[in-house]
């Protein structure tokens, strides 16, 4: 039976600590371990084969949240939770670009308009 994803995560994190603090390195274990690795390399054959880089660090971040001696050192979760808002809040911060077309105003004249993309007149 194949080992899940989940476990094979936990049991990395468990065994070696460094790799709660780095996906980079999570993701390179988990794919040596799972034989997809040669003398350091992966072809990119194995490597369409090869675990989502997402899926792995969800895993990662299911284990750390059910298992919370595995988290990452207090800087690590700092630095995630600050990329974290800064991720969830850039839409709400960008500024929409402008296109230039024609519209009907209320007089039922023509007019030249520019407004943003996806706002209402």
Known sequence: MAIKLYDRVKDLLIKYPELRDSDKKLL????????????GVISKEKFYDASASESITRAR???????????????????????????GTHVYRTTLPFKSHKRFDEDGIVRDCECQIGKDH
Do not use: C
């Open 28 to 39: 390179w274990a988990i794919w040596t371990v799972s034989g997809l690795t040669e003398n």
């Open 61 to 87: 971040r299911m284990v750390q949240v059910d298992f919370p001696l595995l988290q990452a050192t207090k800087e690590i979760q700092e630095k995630r939770q600050e990329k974290q808002k800064e991720k």
